[in-house]
Antibody
Framework: EVQLVESGGGLVKPGGSLRLSCAAS????????MSWVRQSPGKGLEWVGR??????????DFAAPVKGRFSISRDDSKNTLYLQMNSLKTEDRGVYYCTTDNYPSGYSSGLAFDYWGQGTLVTVSS | SYVLTQPPSVSLAPGKTARITCGGN??????VNWYQQKPGQAPVVVIY???DRPSGIPERFSGSNSGNTATLTISRVEAGDEADYYCQVWDSSSDSWVFGGGTKLTVL
C-alpha cells in the first residue's frame, strides 16, 4: 500500500523558516518525481514545486510565489522528500501535501498526481 | 502565467448529470487532469489526460476537452459525489502545474 506521511508543520513567525518532510513507502520512491501542493484554509489547491528523479538530474521547478524562498530535496536512501521554506510570509499558511508527480507505475501512468499524503499544517503568524 | 477558470459552485438533484467546466486559453492543446476533494481529505484524481479514468473511479465520471473549455461530466449524480473538484494542467511556458480555482458540487 502506498503511503505518504508529511511532518514538520507548525507555527512560525513571518520571516522564519520551516522544513517539512514526507516519508514515502509502498512504492519505488527513487523512480517518482515528487511535488508539494498547498491549500490555504477554505481555499483551493496551489502547486508549490517539484523535484525530478536523481537519474533525471534531480532538478526542481517552483511556482512563482515561492521561487527563491523555498527549496525541495530528496533522500532516496531514506525514501524521504523535503521542503525547506525560508522567509515565510503569512500567505504561505495552509496545509501542505506531498504527492507523486510523474510516477510511471501510478493510476495515471504518471500523467497526474496519483498519490497524496494527508497533509501537514503550516501557520505563519506573529 | 496560464489561468484556469472554474465556476465556484454547481448544484443539482440526485440522478441528474453534472457538468463542471474549466476554461483556459486554447485548453484543448493541454492535457487536463481532474481531482475530487472531500472535506478533510486529500484530493483524488478522477480523470487524467482529458478523458482517461483511473481504475476504481466509477464510469459515471468522464472528461472532455475542446476549444477553450474542458469539462468533467458526472452522470447520475449521487450524494457521495458532493465534493470540491479541481482541474489541472501543466503550463510549459512557466514550467509549472496550474490548478483551477475549484468547483463545489452540491447534491440537493
Amino acid at each position: 500500500e502506498v503511503q505518504l506521511v508529511e511532518s514538520g508543520g507548525g507555527l512560525v513567525k513571518p520571516g522564519g523558516s520551516l522544513r517539512l518532510s514526507c516519508a514515502a513507502s509502498g512504492f519505488t520512491f527513487s523512480n517518482a518525481w515528487m511535488s508539494w501542493v498547498r491549500q490555504s484554509p477554505g481555499k483551493g489547491l496551489e502547486w508549490v514545486g517539484r523535484i525530478k528523479t536523481k537519474t533525471e538530474g534531480g532538478t526542481t521547478d517552483f511556482a512563482a510565489p515561492v521561487k527563491g524562498r523555498f527549496s525541495i530535496s530528496r533522500d532516496d536512501s531514506k525514501n524521504t522528500l523535503y521542503l525547506q521554506m525560508n522567509s515565510l510570509k503569512t500567505e504561505d499558511r495552509g496545509v501542505y501535501y506531498c504527492t507523486t508527480d510523474n510516477y510511471p507505475s501510478g493510476y495515471s501512468s504518471g500523467l497526474a498526481f496519483d498519490y497524496w499524503g494527508q497533509g501537514t499544517l503550516v501557520t505563519v503568524s506573529s | 502565467s496560464y489561468v484556469l477558470t472554474q465556476p465556484p459552485s454547481v448544484s443539482l438533484a440526485p440522478g441528474k448529470t453534472a457538468r463542471i467546466t474549466c476554461g483556459g486559453n486554447n485548453i484543448a492543446s493541454q492535457n487536463v487532469n481532474w481531482y475530487q476533494q472531500k472535506p478533510g481529505q486529500a484530493p483524488v484524481v478522477v480523470i487524467y489526460y482529458d478523458d482517461d479514468r483511473p481504475s476504481g473511479i466509477p464510469e459515471r465520471f468522464s472528461g472532455s476537452n475542446s476549444g477553450n473549455t474542458a469539462t468533467l461530466t458526472i452522470s447520475r449524480v449521487e450524494a457521495g459525489d458532493e465534493a470540491d473538484y479541481y482541474c489541472q494542467v501543466w503550463d510549459s511556458s512557466s514550467d509549472s502545474w496550474v490548478f483551477g480555482g475549484g468547483t463545489k458540487l452540491t447534491v440537493l
